[in-house]
């Protein structure tokens, strides 16, 4: 399976007017009629797409895992689909990065719950004194 | 350090009971979505088979769910984690798995094809491995995927389109044909109707004309009619012909075919038959083979020669 949109030029979302002037354009008299075949219709078209996507997935998968030059990827799929590795990190690194991120910020939450409980008690007793005192002053003022 | 949020995949990794059963979970997961005509209750049910003997330890709605979403994060994750943690004949027991998963019972579908191919990569399984593996889950060879980018595998999966476009094709040429017949007839008689009409227009005018003419025509036919008739009934048969032969051309100038008549050959001769008949007659008919006969003699070949060759420059000047 090759990647026609690349090969004629133009972008996967073209309209149909778009499309049949890359066809028309294409020097290739091979390339041109299996074009037409596949996109004069719109339901060919849309299977193709599906196809396209699922493809262009296995590519970016492979690109990220290194795996762009394995056995089993050959043909046209590896001249159309291959991409270049990019420089997004193994996603089980950043997995373990955030686990361990996560657990760094619960032991401090543990560790500072001793002074936190500490502050929240004086707080809410001394918010309980001035509560107490203002309205024994209104009592005894009335 | 990222700050995002654990995905719902991460979550049930972190959740799960064993990292590798739950990666194998979602991969066989994706390979089940990419399988068609398959309901999904039918999916769900064909996945919790496969993970009877799996110890992920949570429930496998998510799993396909994070699946059908088609999520590439989740999937790589997974790929990572199986890569990390499976021993060569674990891989081919997952492999296993996931041709089964496959291929219960019908085809391979395409996606399904290069998910296969991917995964074994991943697993580090040789092709020639995977084909014998695949041939003895199968039954039949693993064949190369088809390719829905080329006009072969429309003219085979799309046959009913070609068919009925050449149904539609020959209507249309059926159709065309009436109508050009149809216009024809339309032609003819609106043709007809005109010459008619001129007919009409003229047969009054010329009446008026006839009439006229007819005292003065009397006179000449009677003066002509001797030597016409000398004339047609020599050459009538050829002028029949001829007006047979080309009756769809303007009628053929009389001349032509009295001059064919004279080098003694049909009408519709070829120039190259006329050359030919041309210098057979000059040399019958030369006045110089005369010479020793009478001047009688000498003079009638002349005369015949003399009209053999205006008859036969005529017919090079005009002819074809």
Same mark, same amino acid.
């Given at each position: ?8 030029? $133009? ?16 020097? %290739? ?29 296995? =590519? ?42 996560? $657990?760094?910020?619960? %032991?401090?939450?543990? =560790?500072?719950? =001793? ?28 | ?15 799960? @009971? ?14 089940? &979505?990419?399988?068609?005509? &398959? ?42 984690? /199986?890569?990390? !943690? ?8 997952? +492999?296993?798995?996931?041709?089964? &998963? ?13 998910? /296969? ?33 080329? *006009? ?28 050009? !017949?149809?216009?024809?007839?339309? !032609?003819?008689?609106?043709? #007809? ?15 008026? !004309?006839?009439?006229? #003419? ?16 000398? @004339?047609?009934?020599? #050459? ?17 100038? *009389? @001349? ?9 050959? +049909? ?6 038959? &006329? ?12 006045? *110089? ?32």
């Amino acid at each position: 399976m090759r990647d026609l949109y690349q090969r004629l030029g $133009v972008s996967p979302q073209a309209n149909d007017e778009e499309l049949q002037q890359a066809v028309a354009r294409c020097p %290739n008299s091979a390339l041109r009629q299996d074009a037409k075949a596949v996109f004069e219709v719109p339901k060919r078209r849309e299977s193709y797409n599906q196809a396209l996507t699922t493809l262009s997935d296995i =590519g970016q998968l492979r690109a990220r895992l290194g795996l762009t030059h394995g056995a089993h990827w050959q043909g046209d799929v590896a001249n159309d689909f291959s991409l270049p590795a990019d420089q997004a990190v193994s996603r089980h690194d950043e997995l373990v990065d955030r686990v361990s991120h996560a $657990v760094i910020l619960y %032991n401090r939450l543990r =560790g500072l719950r =001793g002074i936190w409980l500490l502050i929240i008690t004086f707080f809410v007793g001394t918010g309980i004194g001035v509560a107490l005192g203002f309205i024994l002053s209104k009592t005894l003022a009335a | 350090m990222s700050i995002a949020r654990f995905s719902p995949f991460e979550l049930l990794l972190l959740k799960s @009971r064993s990292q590798v059963d739950t990666a194998k979970l979602l991969l066989l997961a994706w390979v089940l &979505v990419h399988r068609q005509h &398959v309901s999904e209750g039918q999916r769900r049910r064909r996945l919790a088979q496969v993970s009877v003997h799996f110890r992920h330890g949570h429930e496998l709605a998510p799993i396909i769910h994070i699946a059908q979403q088609q999520d590439l994060k989740a999937i790589q994750l997974a790929a990572e984690v /199986l890569r990390k !943690e499976c021993s060569k004949e674990h891989s081919l027991g997952v +492999m296993h798995q996931a041709i089964t &998963v496959a291929t219960d019972s019908g085809e391979l579908s395409l996606a399904n094809h290069y998910i /296969l191919r991917f995964l074994a990569d991943l697993l580090n399984v040789e092709p020639l491995t995977l084909n014998t593996l695949f041939q003895e889950l199968t039954g039949s060879p693993l064949a190369t995927p088809e390719d829905p980018s080329r *006009d072969a595998y429309w003219r085979i999966h799309d046959a009913d389109y070609y068919a009925q476009k050449a149904r539609e094709a020959e209507a249309a040429q059926q159709q065309a044909r009436e109508a050009q !017949e149809k216009a024809e007839r339309q !032609e003819k008689k609106r043709q #007809q109707e005109e010459a008619e009409r001129a007919h009409s227009k003229a047969q009054a005018e010329a009446e008026r !004309e006839r009439n006229r #003419q007819q005292e003065h025509a009397r006179r000449q036919e009677q003066r002509e009619h001797k030597k016409r008739q000398q @004339r047609e009934s020599q #050459q009538e048969g050829a002028k029949q012909r001829s007006s047979y032969q080309r009756a769809s051309s303007p009628p053929p100038p *009389d @001349r032509t075919a009295r001059a064919l008549a004279v080098l003694g050959l +049909m009408p519709g001769a070829s120039q190259v038959e &006329v050359r030919k008949a041309y210098r057979r007659m000059a040399q019958l008919h030369h006045p *110089d083979r005369f010479y020793t006969e009478s001047e009688h003699q000498i003079a009638l070949a002349s005369a015949r020669f003399q009209r053999i060759k205006s008859a036969y420059d005529y017919l090079m000047h005009t002819y074809r």
